[in-house]
């Protein structure tokens, strides 16, 4: 594992982005933010109506980092965020089963956008950001497929927003997928690499 100068704190719960840093050799700790992420959106979209699904995700990114980088003024703050956007439609988490169910109703047969939004923070002010954005297209999902995923998976998928992890069952949901990997799993490791790299975090 590689050491950083300093505290490095990834401001998320997600296992998916915690596996991530893990397993690229990075030493972190994990300080969930504290955001309500649903008045944000709003407030978002209340001050510009045409805010589009790639600037949320990177303000609630930012969000996130500014956050708990203000109870850690020392270290650096890792905040992520990810939205899906469908024709217009941003989708959230499924709640339970039928929500799953909806939700890949809407995106069978379509193709959806993955925005992935990454910021870092100290002492309560981003020092860098960025986003990438995949996007999708799913194959036309039969009733019967759709009831045997959501059989199958369970409650593992009611925290993707897309109600599926293409690293698994998911994967079965698509016909295309066009962008970065990890931009599809929930953040754009490679650019997020390459600043620690240039601030002194990780070696060259």
Not at 51 to 77: C, H, M, N
Not at 124 to 150: E, H, N, Q
Request: aromatic share 4%.
């Amino acid at each position: 594992m590689t050491r950083t100068t300093r505290q490095l704190i990834l401001a998320s719960g997600s296992t998916t982005r915690r596996a991530m840093l893990a397993a690229a050799g990075v030493m972190f700790d994990v300080v969930p933010a504290d955001v309500d992420e649903p008045a944000l959106r709003s407030a978002l979209a209340t001050e510009n109506p045409d805010v589009t699904p790639a600037e949320i995700a990177q303000a609630l990114a930012a969000a996130k980092s500014k956050d708990v980088s203000r109870r850690y003024p020392g270290a650096i703050v890792i905040g992520s965020d990810q939205i899906l956007e469908c024709d217009g439609e941003i989708f959230s988490k499924p709640g339970d089963a039928s929500a799953v169910r909806t939700t890949l109703e809407k995106l069978s047969d379509r193709t959806h956008s993955l925005h992935a939004a990454v910021a870092l923070s100290c002492a309560g002010k981003v020092s860098w950001a960025a986003c990438d954005t995949a996007r999708l297209t799913m194959r036309c999902l039969s009733p019967a497929f759709i009831d045997d995923y959501v059989a199958r998976t369970g409650e593992a998928v009611l925290g993707s927003v897309g109600a599926y992890q293409i690293e698994g069952l998911g994967i079965q949901l698509f016909e295309q997928i066009d962008g970065n990997h990890f931009t599809i799993l929930g953040m754009p490791l490679l650019p997020l690499l390459s600043e620690l790299r240039a601030q002194g975090e990780l070696p060259q």
